[in-house]
């Protein structure tokens, strides 16, 4: 019993110094942002939101920020449309081969990004989508499917069919009962999956490098490149902002559904 209560702080301590050691690149950025100098440095001399004002004033950072807002809310919708469908489909057994449709959903999860992205590629330019919004839209959809599928098969794992059955009994049809009883019981599970399917786009640049054309860009790759030229703390005033909304976001979903659990 002794050991037990000496084991429980050493393993508190290690676990907080594990957070800390990966949250550590965080820090450093939200630092490097809010520094006064015109090049990164560590710590900053002096404090200045001048970096945040030329990044929110500079028409490139827009236009790439408004293109990966629209790819990864179409893609997300697209995918929980089809995620929904498919865990649907594999969790109940509605068409044959339903093993073989979920190793199809996760296979995108298996390939390596950038495999995923010279075989798009190869394709697109085949069939003549290279450099076409709905290419681009296409292969973020493809991307962003296997998280929807497997928290919705993670949600219909605890949902018993029973009830479903139940309301159809009652006089409602099985598509009113599926929406009016199922789909409640799965929101949690959609909106864990929805919103790592939207952030996966958001934050995407291995698949996207490759089908970008010459006058699109989104964020992230947007990020990529002016890293490739210099580093200047704008780069890092851009990236501070897209941690924030993604901290808001996770916290406001997981106040609304608590979506941890189906994670």
């Not at 002096?46 to 990864?72: I, R, V």
């Not at 798009?120 to 919004?133: C, D, E, F, H, V």
């Not at 860009?217 to 897209?242: C, M, R, Y």
């Amino acid at each position: 019993m002794s050991e037990r209560r000496a084991s429980g702080p050493v393993l508190t301590g290690v676990a907080f110094l594990v957070v800390l050691f990966l949250q550590l690149p965080v820090l450093v950025v939200l630092l490097a942002a809010f520094s006064d100098t015109a090049y990164l440095t560590l710590p900053p001399k002096g404090l200045t939101l001048k970096w945040f004002e030329a990044a929110l004033s500079d028409p490139d950072y827009l236009e790439a920020a408004w293109t990966s807002l629209w790819l990864a809310a179409s893609s997300t919708a697209a995918s929980l449309a089809l995620g929904l469908a498919g865990a649907c489909a594999i969790q109940r057994r509605m068409v044959p081969g339903a093993a073989w449709l979920n190793a199809l959903f996760m296979a995108p999860l298996i390939l390596p990004s950038v495999v995923l992205g010279v075989a798009l590629l190869q394709y697109y330019a085949a069939a003549g989508l290279r450099g076409s919004n709905v290419g681009l839209w296409l292969a973020h959809v493809v991307i962003t499917v296997p998280y929807v599928v497997r928290a919705g098969l993670a949600s219909l794992a605890s949902v018993d069919e029973a009830l479903e059955d139940a309301a159809c009994v009652l006089g409602a049809g099985r598509l009113e009962a599926f929406r009016l009883v199922t789909l409640p019981l799965l929101k949690p599970g959609l909106v864990a999956g929805g919103l790592f399917a939207f952030i996966t786009s958001l934050d995407n640049v291995p698949v996207s490098v490759f089908l970008l054309s010459a006058s699109q860009n989104t964020l992230p790759v947007k990020i990529f490149t002016s890293v490739e030229q210099g580093v200047d703390p704008s780069v890092a005033a851009v990236s501070a902002l897209l941690i924030l909304v993604t901290g808001i976001a996770l916290v406001l979903a997981e106040r609304w559904t608590g979506f941890h659990k189906h994670v």
